[in-house]
DNA sequence: GCCGTTTTCGGCCCGACTGTTTTCAGTCG
């Protein structure tokens, strides 16, 4: 059976191919479908086994019955046409960066020319030249793009866990070395997606040049790709394109909104706007000429009469209807965890680190940390923490800790004596738990289960039917933002990690935090942001 | 090809930047 993302590639598949042919609107519709294609929390077949084809975003009549065909053959006939008329090697030629559908059609029926091999033969031999709209630096320009092409990575998404780290680096080098005011990340990156495309800074500067020169001059850029009066593009060392743009305050707000997309919702935005006779674009909203909004992101919603929307949520455009009938949940914030399930310590961590965690714990308001002691790596069931570190976790004064112990549903019967609540993960078996763990302390966390939503579907299941929390985050053994929707549509509840006694610019908490808000976490439905249960009154940390 | 809280037909964003140009086309986001 074929993956969703499959499917979805099919699509794109699909649409590269009718960007080749000059189709004005078709392109757009096949990359719309493909992406609610691709953010499915089911397969595709069991979508398609209940009817529920024309239900996803952007699947119409036609689209829904390509899929039809593609779930039950394996094939589209549609692209297999495409594929009989185009020539494949022109979406290699389409996908160098510079060159586009319009340029790829013309070397094909101008030149004969079908794909990379052939434009480098051509190039070498001169017959580019004279070529209209073909100059010396166009020419160099592709000889550069053909020469990179097997190692660019065109289309790479990079994991946002990676990017992290970055974007906190250029933020604090532009905040503390360049002359700005604001500063702000915008696109996917602000929307917490699993996965960054490209990283979009603005700021708001009267000496844009000195931004830029500052900006370029970090040690990770490693080149520049353009520069503008108003915005600059570089790479940095790991093929992360990073665009910075330099606004006006008075725009700053429509820009903020206009960058952070998604792309659906903007549409969806500007649908509205013009309904409301205004228009929206990255300067503002208009009415007429006269700027009506445009300083803040609340001013430009509240202009158009939606509520303000988080950017997490901000997706297929009907987040935009919901805000609107006030059925939009209120995702989880940093000051609703109060709590983290999901600590290790090893099991000679000293009473200075000890009170180092306490200590960050205690500055962000989290009173209950909950900790797994580490066992040697070949350990065979949970471990049980030293009587030196039970008095230094005992002795701390800024925290509740609280011992846990790791198990799989096959040790889960032998449990160490100490532990408060165990954190069930899956077992060397791959498969889906088949038994129910005897709870002689409670299950409270199902964790290390992995970003894909249909291998984590038993175990979420199984999460909800023992009332335990399963936790979300980045990285491949925790679930993302469309697993965690999957759990809390089930009625099951998400632990989010804190990231706490982490160095600063760890993506942990705050990145779990965004797939929680993506998902649509509501407070009440994140075992950590409440109290603990049994727990002691205790003084609440200041904040 | 999709979509609709004025529409089942007629829209579907548009500005920055680059390279080529005598005023614009293509790409990108």
Partial sequence: ???????????????????????????????RAARSVESLTEPLAAVAGRGGLREIPGVGEAIAEKLTEFLATGRIPYLDRLHAEIPSGLLALMRLPGLGPKTARRFWLELGIEGPAELGDAIAAGRLVGVAGFGPKKIEQIRGALAAAPTARTGHRFPIEEVYPIARSIVDALVAGAPTE???????????RETVGDLDVLVTSDAAERVFDVF??????????????????????????????????????????????????????????RDAGLKINEYGVFRGEERVAGATEADVYERMGVPWIPP??????????????GTLPDPVAARDLVGDLHLHLPPLADGATIARIGADAHRRGIADLGVVVDGPPDADGPAAAPDELRRFLRDDRSTRWHLAAEATPDTVRSPVADVEYLILRPGRAPAAPSVVPDRPVPVRLVAHVGPDPIAARPWIDLARSIDAAIEVGPGPERLDSTGARAALAVGGTLSVPTGVGLPERDPL????????????ATAARVTNARPWPNGRPAARPHR
């Fill in 312 to 325: 997490e949520l901000r997706e297929d455009g009907h987040e935009i209807d919901a805000a609107r009938a």
């Fill in 509 to 520: 908490g705050p990145v779990a935090l965004g797939f929680a808000r993506r998902a649509g």
């Fill in 182 to 192: 604001r500063v702000e990340l915008a696109g996917s990156f602000r929307r917490c």
């Fill in 216 to 273: 370029s001059a970090l040690p990770e850029v490693h080149e520049i790709r353009m520069r503008g009066p108003t915005k600059e593009t570089v790479v940095m060392r790991n093929g992360l394109q990073v665009d910075l743009r330099v606004v006006e305050p008075a725009a700053f707000g429509a820009a903020l909104q206009y960058f952070t997309g998604s792309k659906d919702h903007n549409v969806r935005l500007r649908t509205i706007a």
């Fill in 1 to 31: 059976m074929p993956t969703n993302a499959e499917a979805a590639d099919q699509l794109r598949e699909i649409a590269d191919l009718l960007d080749v042919t000059g189709e004005r609107f078709k392109p757009e519709a096949y990359r």
